[in-house]
């Protein structure tokens, strides 16, 4: 029988308290297991409770959580959530590499450009040297004087062996003059670097790359005398050049040239000992047969094409050892380094190869159109191949190395 104090809290829920013990769903599973392990039988005496520890509200079963701890459950829950978009974002980026905006789009983007430029300015380079070797630089009307017969003979002897000087005929001058551009190098690179990289002051950008030699062991007359050997090595490369456009036509040149780099994976292996590849091999011997083709193709006898298709093989050649060696001699070298390198590879060449072109032209080996020099070819040829050379070794920061390969 209910006691009469039961009736209110039963039938009036205002006074209804909530327990101070939340019996949860482990501790029901648990006397489960206990009551299933000490089965009563139906008639028999109750089976003795377990004993239980006892609960107090410190050591509760379940309790609520403080709400201090509200803010950093939030704080989590905003980080997990940013670093899940990140995931899906860098996997979106991965499922979709060709993506307008992605970074290997980027970089197609750049290497595009990067093409269009070498070959823009090796072409004009090219044409520009091959046309003032076609041009005939005529005496113009003001060089003739007036007077009598006897005043006008000596005049007309120097003429006579004047006018064999009409055409032009110097690669060598050539190869000096444009080579004098690449002082040019290092001063762009300051400029650039001036401008993107502010961190750093224009003291530690400008002698950067002169510590980066001299922790390297490299000496001022070491260094001077291995630029010296590749200054040498790069105006015959020009040199060899320029005089194979005055026999073969552009595009046979051109061609030429490109098996370098055939060349320069044969002097890789051999030399610096990368990886052998087959097909690679294959490709020189397809390129050393398009050469003999090219040898070939006007017949060996009365025919100066021999001759330059071996100067144009030759100039590829030499092209090939010049960067294999400065890989092998420099080691690896940063920005900085390599355009310094350029920069007093082309003092060297102003500053000491400059009597050969003079004597070149005393004793006659080379002609000059003193009356009438074709200046804006030559400038228009230099300045193609400094932006060619330029974009040629930095060219790689940007984009993938298979563009430059394509071009060269």
């Known amino acids: 029988m209910a006691r009469d104090g039961d009736l209110p809290t039963i039938f009036n829920p205002k006074r209804v308290r909530a327990p101070s013990v939340i019996i949860t769903s482990e501790e029901v599973e648990t006397e489960r297991v206990i009551g299933d392990g000490d089965h009563e039988c139906p008639n ?27 803010p950093s459950l939030q704080q989590a829950y905003s980080e997990s959530a940013n670093s899940s978009q990140d995931e899906e974002r860098q996997l979106r980026d991965k499922k979709c590499p060709r993506s307008c905006c992605s970074k290997f789009a980027k970089k197609i983007y750049y290497g595009i450009c990067v093409t269009f430029i070498l070959t823009a300015s090796w072409v004009t380079a090219t044409h520009c040297i091959k046309h003032m070797y076609l041009e005939v630089y005529a005496l113009t009307s003001y060089t003739f004087f007036h007077g009598t017969e006897s005043s006008l003979m000596p005049f007309h002897n120097f003429s006579t062996k004047y006018h064999s000087h009409n055409l032009y005929n110097a690669p060598f001058f050539t190869a ?8 040019l190098f290092y001063p762009f690179y300051l400029i650039v670097m001036l401008i993107h990289n502010k961190c750093k002051s224009a003291h ?43 026999i073969l036509l552009s595009t046979d040149v051109v061609a030429l040239f490109a098996t370098n780099v055939s060349c320069i994976y044969l002097l890789s292996w051999v ?13 020189a011997i397809l390129c050393d047969t398009g050469i003999a083709l090219l040898a070939y193709m006007d017949g060996i006898t009365g025919s100066s094409t021999l001759g330059g298709v071996v100067l144009a093989a030759c100039a590829a050649a030499g092209f090939a050892i010049f ?29 000491l190869l400059w009597p050969v072109c003079l004597a ?12 009438r020099m074709p200046w804006i070819h030559l400038l228009v040829a230099g300045v193609a191949l400094l932006v060619f050379h330029l974009v040629f070794q930095f060219g790689n920061i940007y984009n993938y190395h298979i563009f430059r390969i394509a071009v060269c």
């Open 44 to 70: 028999g005496p109750p089976t003795p409770l377990s004993p239980r520890a006892p609960l107090t509200p410190q050591t509760s079963v379940c309790s609520a959580p403080p709400l201090t701890t509200q």
């Open 360 to 371: 070149l032209y005393l004793t006659g080996s080379e002609m000059l159109p003193s009356h």
């Open 323 to 351: 960067k294999v060696l400065f890989r092998k001699v420099m080691g690896e070298v940063n920005t900085g380094q390599r355009a310094l390198f350029f920069s007093i590879l082309g003092i060297v060449n102003a500053s």
């Open 204 to 246: 530690d950008i400008v002698y950067d790359p002169f510590t980066d030699f001299r922790e390297k062991g490299f000496t001022f007359a070491r260094f001077i005398s291995r630029c010296g050997l590749f200054c040498l090595l790069w105006v015959v490369t020009v040199y060899m050049y320029a005089y194979s456009l005055r």
């Open 176 to 183: 000096w003059f444009c080579t004098n551009w690449l002082i």
């Open 271 to 283: 030399i610096l000992h990368e990886q052998f590849v087959g097909v690679r091999i294959v490709a």
